[in-house]
């Protein structure tokens, strides 16, 4: 299956585990293709304004990253991470979608999607006015 076909199979999905892969290939669009592991769920959060109809574990948030490295739709590699402001590292995963213009193409259809980087210019567009 073609990833545009993958990615719209999610957009019609309405089960917790489609929603949740389509809320991470969401943020990974947003984030030009590229999130830690550790990082997603508080993305989702934010493009979705904090209000999910659906629950996040982390076991959930497992099963759909390794769902969609099996589709094709990310790589997922172990990295290591500082952590700021200490001198200290943990190991985290690094998710890099594999085609991010036809992801976006795809998210163009997408109401959540447009919906937060319309936001997101808004308030790019105050501050700038601002200035």
């Known amino acids: 299956m073609r990833l545009e076909d993958v990615v719209r199979k999610l957009m019609r999905g309405d089960d917790e585990l489609s929603k949740l892969k389509l809320d991470v290939i969401r943020v990974l669009a947003i984030f030009n293709g590229v999130s830690w592991m550790s990082e997603l769920i508080p993305d989702i959060m934010k493009v979705h304004s904090y209000i999910l109809d659906y629950r996040i574990t ?74």
């Open 58 to 131: 982390d076991d959930l948030l497992e099963t759909a990253l390794h769902e969609l490295e099996s589709e094709g739709l990310v790589h997922i590699e172990s990295r290591m991470r500082g952590m700021f402001p200490s001198r200290n590292v943990y190991e985290d995963k690094l998710i890099k979608l594999r085609d991010l213009e036809i992801v976006k193409r795809v998210l163009t259809e997408d109401k959540i999607y447009k919906s937060y980087l319309s936001k997101q210019m808004e308030i790019m567009w105050r501050a700038m006015k601002r200035t």
